[in-house]
T-cell receptor
Framework: DQQVKQNSPSLSVQEGRISILNCDYT??????FLWYKKYPAEGPTFLIS?????DKNEDGRFTVFLNKSAKHLSLHIVPSQPGDSAVYFC???????????FGAGTTVTVRA | DSGVTQTPKHLITATGQRVTLRCSPR?????VYWYQQSLDQGLQFLIH???????AKGNILERFSAQQFPDLHSELNLSSLELGDSALYFC?????????????FGEGSRLTVL
């Protein structure tokens, strides 16, 4: 049962433009959401998170938006850089849970 | 470098065999998580240990078992291996639980079952 879904397996964007990655979830108990970035031959690394009490969190070029009513979150990368080319995983958890549920990932390719 | 160490990095074995994957968490982290990533799939949660005790189980097969030792390192044992067990197995650690902060992942152990 996939509770976190990333429906776009890949995204190609030109350097300097905005990358928008989308994520949907089904479990209404989720109240904490994270994005992880993964390069080949490496483990995922934490990128940015958002609590359900917020609808936006910003960290440099990365902004995460949360729409609780739609059970949808998105990650915006502005401007996109070649080093952003990686797989991005959306993840979610709840206050009374001990695990992160991950989406299948979106592969971002930033073109020069 | 996340501070989480996984060994071996690569492992090739045959069906029916048994393997052990090892994980050393970051210094000071009490929680260890195991995840499985099969081809083109997300990370599937297997099991979570906190300070030596099992706290949560995910979609972990009965052929798989894990434990966390007093020194906090963890081992994932996979037995009666099948072709479908071929995957990347990630270990992650955190200070406490996932909802209080991010997980720190190791580089993974790639298991190939022939």
């Amino acid at each position: 049962d996939q509770q976190v879904k990333q429906n776009s397996p890949s995204l190609s964007v030109q350097e300097g433009r905005i990358s928008i990655l989308n994520c949907d979830y089904t479990n209404s108990m989720f109240d904490y959401f994270l994005w992880y970035k993964k390069y080949p031959a490496e483990g995922p690394t934490f990128l940015i998170s958002i609590s359900s009490i917020k609808d936006k969190n910003e960290d440099g070029r990365f902004t995460v938006f949360l729409n609780k009513s739609a059970k949808h979150l998105s990650l915006h990368i502005v401007p996109s850089q070649p080093g952003d080319s990686a797989v991005y995983f959306c993840a979610a958890t709840s206050s009374n849970d001990y695990k992160l549920s991950f989406g299948a990932g979106t592969t971002v390719t930033v073109r020069a | 470098d996340s501070g989480v160490t996984q060994t071996p990095k690569h492992l090739i074995t045959a069906t029916g065999q048994r393997v052990t994957l090892r994980c050393s968490p970051r210094s000071g982290d009490l929680s260890v998580y195991w995840y499985q990533q099969s081809l083109d799939q997300g990370l599937q949660f297997l099991i979570h240990y906190y300070n030596g005790e099992e706290r949560a189980k995910g979609n972990i097969l009965e052929r798989f078992s894990a434990q966390q030792f007093p020194d906090l390192h963890s081992e994932l044992n996979l037995s009666s291996l099948e072709l479908g067990d071929s995957a990347l197995y990630f270990c992650a650690s955190s200070v406490a639980t996932a909802n209080t902060g991010e997980l720190f992942f190791g580089e993974g152990s790639r298991l190939t079952v022939l």
